[in-house]
Nanobody, 120 residues
Framework: QVQLVESGGGLVQPGGSLSLSCAVS????????MGWYRQAPGKQRELVAT???????KYPDSVKGRFTISRDNAKKTVYLQMNSLKPEDTAVYYCNADIWPVGMTRRQYWGSGTQVTVSS
């Protein structure tokens, strides 16, 4: 059974930093694109960052220059370093991965989310 488990959320003051991680467990044939999304109360889930298996990254303008996504393929883990955090970054952050499990069909998987709150 494939699972994505996020960690690292919490409360931080504006201008501060947080680091998130998401580890994939289970019997995996291959992991393709990985990413982070977020959802604030009353808003739709939005893309935060994506990274291909070869390390190419994409960010929306709202986080570009402040957030950095990275991955360790050997550890089946994706990371999100968040700097210069703003109150509008407050949301539940979800890990996403395009995974081909052993003996199963390739599809998107989601973590259960981790809360990030930016407040003084």
């Amino acid at each position: 059974q494939v699972q994505l488990v996020e960690s690292g959320g919490g409360l931080v003051q504006p201008g501060g930093s947080l680091s998130l991680s998401c580890a994939v467990s289970g019997s995996i044939f291959n992991i393709y694109d990985m990413g982070w999304y977020r959802q604030a109360p009353g808003k739709q889930r939005e893309l935060v960052a994506t990274i291909t298996s070869r390390g190419s990254t994409k960010y929306p303008d709202s986080v570009k220059g402040r957030f950095t996504i990275s991955r360790d393929n050997a550890k089946k883990t994706v990371y999100l370093q968040m700097n210069s955090l703003k109150p509008e970054d407050t949301a539940v952050y979800y890990c996403n991965a395009d995974i081909w499990p052993v003996g199963m069909t390739r599809r998107q998987y989601w973590g259960s989310g981790t809360q990030v709150t930016v407040s003084s």
